[in-house]
């Protein structure tokens, strides 16, 4: 490949013009390569083989995001607030219909110029483009007026690095990691430094009260960011310690911990998601309902959807959860969720006395999934208020036995080491067993 390489480079010093056929030689390749517009199978293979179609619904769902706000996008940071609201939105349209498959909430799009377009809108997506000409035209002018042959190859493999660095973008997110985006800088930083060509200067030469403003003024600011960073720090470790409280049960501790947390995040997002789960815990429905629904413009995971529509529930507001979860399963959210979603539908209809259609829910869950002991639950609701008393009684006793055995399985889980966070979960899954064992005796005790 060197030697390739060797005699390619003296064959284009020579005759400029097969300069031509390498360009047609590299838009040949990338259309060969590209799978949207390759012929070849064995790359489209391989685009799948690598979740190429859950790249392609993140590049998809920012694209109706732009769509939408074509001109200063949908805002900073708004790819990973807004992409749940917008799958259905995106699966609604004529090409979502290939991608109506499960897919989680995604924080990045997968391509760094798709989220700006989608984010900042065609004005941020010029201005990254404008940067990227400017570094190909400042890199090219450097090397081209290089005289030293070693600082030439030099600048080739600092290009090289950015270039690749740039190609990682199209599939990936470099940009948004600490690692890649330091190893970009510091690439480019030595690219444009003076080792290559002259570099510009921006001096200042402050005297008197100027220079003492400018230095109270920039001990003030890393003050303030050495504050926020500290803030921000303190806050993470009392998020972790409010989760471990949760787990293990301590409802008032993890309250007063979670509570702090977002006192000292400078901008909560999970510690605000979190605050809402254990206020309801503890039985703080309105409290829980602020900060769930304060969510929904900072923190939006599909599970946001479920814990606010049970508070809503909780609450009697039965219009508010339809809504949300009538969102949630036009999402096409996984298995155990959308079972969640459909159930609490159920409990909807119930409320607002539509027999028929909870039963039909129901019915369809427990024919997906036999062992569902809290639809069984329902049905056996269903048919008391529809005085079918002998079907109530056996709706409450396939609960019962499916209740009985949960309780057995988690009893010998709980009995051998757990990690904290399985050990609060089965836990809670335990005592949410228990209640409704007992409501189904009460049930069963209350028939005629």
């Known amino acids: 490949a060197s030697v390739g390489l060797y005699f390619l480079g003296r064959a ?55 769509r939408d706000h074509p001109a200063f996008g949908i805002g900073l940071g708004g790819y990973k607030i807004f992409f749940v609201p917008y799958k259905p939105k995106f699966l609604g ?89 330091l190893a970009f800088v510091a690439i480019l930083g030595l690219a444009l430094s003076p080792r290559y060509g002259p570099v510009g200067s921006f001096f200042f ?52 911990q979670i509570e702090r947390a977002v006192r000292l995040d400078f901008c909560p997002r999970v510690s605000l998601y979190w605050l809402g789960l254990i206020k309801a815990q503890a039985g703080k429905l309105a409290e829980a309902k602020e900060a769930l629904r304060a969510c929904l413009n900072r923190y939006r995971p599909e599970a946001l959807y479920l814990n ?52 039909t829910r129901l019915e369809e869950l427990v024919r997906t999934d036999p062992q569902f002991e809290r639809a069984w639950i329902l049905l056996g609701e269903v048919a008391k208020r529809r005085y079918l008393w002998d079907e109530a009684k056996s709706h409450y006793q396939r609960a019962l036995r499916i209740i009985e055995e949960k309780i057995s399985l988690i009893q010998a889980r709980l009995s051998q080491p757990l990690p904290l966070k399985e050990y609060g979960e089965l836990q809670s899954q335990l005592g949410v067993l228990r209640e409704m064992r007992q409501r189904a005796l009460q049930a069963l005790e209350g028939l005629p």
């Open 308 to 359: 606010l529509a049970g508070v809503h529930l909780q609450l009697g507001e039965y219009g508010e959860a339809r809504a949300l979860l009538t969102e949630l399963l036009a999402t096409v959210p996984f298995a155990d969720m959308a079972r969640d979603a459909s159930y609490y539908l159920a409990v909807v209809d119930l409320a607002e006395g539509r027999l028929l259609e909870a039963k």
């Open 93 to 181: 349209s004529p090409r979502g219909a290939a991608y109506a498959f499960p897919f989680p909430r995604a924080d990045q799009a997968h391509n760094e110029y798709v989220q700006v377009a989608a984010e900042l809108g065609t004005l941020g997506a010029l201005v990254l483009l404008g940067g990227l000409a400017l570094l190909a035209y400042l890199g090219l002018a450097r090397l081209t007026r290089q005289p030293d042959p070693q600082k030439r190859l030099e600048l080739l493999l600092l290009g090289g690095g950015l270039l690749t660095a740039l190609v990682h973008a199209v599939p990936t997110f470099p940009f948004h990691l600490p690692a890649s985006s």
């Open 12 to 66: 284009l010093r020579r005759l400029p013009l097969l300069w031509l056929g390498v360009a047609a030689g590299l838009v040949l390749a990338l259309v060969l390569l590209l799978p949207v517009t390759t012929p070849l199978s064995a790359v489209r293979a391989l685009w799948q083989a690598k979740s190429g179609a859950i790249r392609a619904w993140d590049w998809w769902v920012g694209y109706e995001m732009w």
């Open 205 to 256: 030469n402050l005297r008197g009260i100027g220079r003492k403003a400018a230095v109270v003024f920039l001990a003030l600011l890393g003050g303030a960011f050495a504050l926020f960073a500290v803030r921000d720090g303190v806050a993470d470790g009392l998020l972790l310690a409010a989760q471990a409280s949760y787990y293990m049960g301590r409802l008032d501790q993890a309250e007063a």
